[in-house]
């Protein structure tokens, strides 16, 4: 069981290391590639073909046109979760209507621009449904997070002389 984290280009790395980041807090197994829809398209093809059996999950960052999530979508059965990526003079808007906009029976779930970071909890709450150590993880991150607003608020009512 793995998670396939798809980049369209190299230079998309950046917005998405906070994914990579998070798999390896919770210790997720993943695989990194960059395959363009547009520019390396049999690759794609032969890489998704070798290992659909592998994978449980596929992530896939693109901007622009972003067609690498519905692409990956229409050659396997495994949930496709898109990052729309901003890179144009559109902000990521053209990314984001594209990986919406997938037609009937091909469906990808999509986080918001640049929303590696969900992408990345949302593929591991998919595999929580089957491992336990992964579900147990993520309680753990969400318990960890409700901790750190509820300091911080303590802190704000504190400055404000609340408390």
Do not use: W
């Given at each position: 069981?793995?998670?396939?984290l798809?980049l369209?280009s190299?230079s998309?790395?950046?917005k998405v290391?906070?994914?990579c980041d998070?798999?390896?807090?919770?210790d997720?197994q993943?695989?990194?590639?960059a395959?363009?829809?547009?520019?390396?398209?049999?690759?794609l093809?032969k890489?998704?073909?070798e290992?659909?059996?592998?994978?449980s999950v596929?992530?896939?960052?693109?901007?622009?046109?972003?067609?690498?999530p519905?692409?990956?979508?229409?050659k396997?059965?495994?949930?496709?979760?898109?990052?729309?990526?901003?890179s144009s003079?559109?902000?990521g808007?053209?990314?984001?209507?594209?990986i919406v906009?997938?037609?009937?029976?091909?469906?990808?779930?999509?986080?918001?621009?640049?929303g590696a970071?969900?992408?990345?909890?949302?593929?591991?709450?998919?595999?929580?449904i089957s491992?336990?150590?992964?579900?147990?993880?993520?309680k753990?991150?969400?318990?960890e997070?409700?901790r750190?607003?509820?300091e911080?608020?303590?802190k704000?009512?504190?400055?404000?002389?609340?408390?």
């Open positions: 069981m793995k998670i396939s798809i369209g190299v998309d790395y950046s290391k906070e994914a998070f798999f390896k807090k919770l997720v993943y695989e990194l590639r395959l363009s829809a547009h520019r390396a398209s049999e690759e093809d890489y998704i073909t290992n659909d059996k592998d994978v596929y992530i896939a960052a693109a901007g622009k046109a972003a067609h690498l519905g692409v990956i979508a229409s396997t059965i495994k949930p496709v979760i898109g990052i729309p990526l901003k003079a559109l902000e808007m053209d990314a984001l209507l594209s906009q997938m037609p009937s029976g091909v469906p990808v779930a999509t986080v918001a621009i640049d970071k969900n992408a990345a909890i949302l593929a591991c709450q998919i595999l929580s491992d336990k150590n992964i579900e147990n993880k993520l753990e991150y969400k318990s997070m409700t750190q607003v509820l911080a608020e303590k704000l009512l504190k400055e404000i002389e609340m408390i």
